[in-house]
T-cell receptor, first 111, second 115 residues
């Protein structure tokens, strides 16, 4: 399974944008980039996914580098409720429903 | 829909005891997985299933058994509990039809302590 590298922790101020980076230099052409987040004392929840093009949804935006070796999850206006561990995961269609989590980035949001 | 449910929420075992963690989903998902999460760590995949009657090992399968006799249920059995199995256990499910989105739905977790 291709590996991802994320910073262990990041800090943000409330109502400011947050850019969470992820490196995946060994990504294959058929790997999708998925982001999940885990709020304290809860199971992870899906945030967003993409293949090559940038993606937007109601929770966040995903910016994917042209060479696909890195990506950035963008929270446009951080709130206190966005404090969580954010996981960047590569998933290949052939893996079926299997996800391999890394360590993730712990995001703290200051009021 | 109840989504993914797990029982019990908390459990304390003594070393050597066996038990089964229950997981059920009512979304008719083909894929189901079990993960464990140790303090301060990410999730590690224990076992997963692509459908009734089909299971496979994940990253850390030793000491655990699974079976999948129905689409809805995916129990995880600890054969002889060890302190190293103290962890929070999450069950998840996802739909094959929705690939490549692969949105996994997680249960609330079972917090297990082995003394």
């Amino acid at each position: 399974d291709a590996k991802t590298t994320q910073p262990n922790s990041m800090e943000s101020n409330e109502e400011e944008p947050v850019h969470l980076p992820c490196n995946h230099s060994t990504i294959s052409g058929t790997d999708y980039i998925h982001w999940y987040r885990q709020l304290p004392s809860q199971g992870p929840e899906y945030v967003i996914h993409g293949l090559t093009s940038n993606v937007n949804n109601r929770m966040a935006s995903l910016a994917i580098a042209e060479d696909r070796k890195s990506s950035t999850l963008i929270l446009h206006r951080a709130t206190l409720r966005d404090a969580a561990v954010y996981y960047c995961i590569l998933h290949n269609y052939n893996q079926g429903g299997k996800l391999i989590f890394g360590q993730g980035t712990e995001l703290s949001v200051k009021p | 829909n109840a989504g993914v449910t797990q029982t019990p929420k908390f459990q304390v075992l003594k070393t050597g005891q066996s038990m089964t963690l229950q997981c059920a989903q009512d979304m008719n998902h083909e894929y189901m997985s079990w993960y464990r999460q140790d303090p301060g760590m990410g999730l590690r995949l224990i076992h997963y299933s692509v459908g009734a009657g089909i299971t496979d090992q994940g990253e850390v399968p030793n000491g655990y058994n699974v079976s999948r006799s129905t689409t809805e249920d995916f129990p995880l059995r600890l054969l002889s509990a060890a302190p190293s199995q103290t962890s929070v256990y999450f069950c998840a499910s996802s739909s094959r039809e929705r690939l490549p989105r692969n949105e996994q739905f997680f249960g609330p977790g079972t917090r297990l302590t082995v003394l």
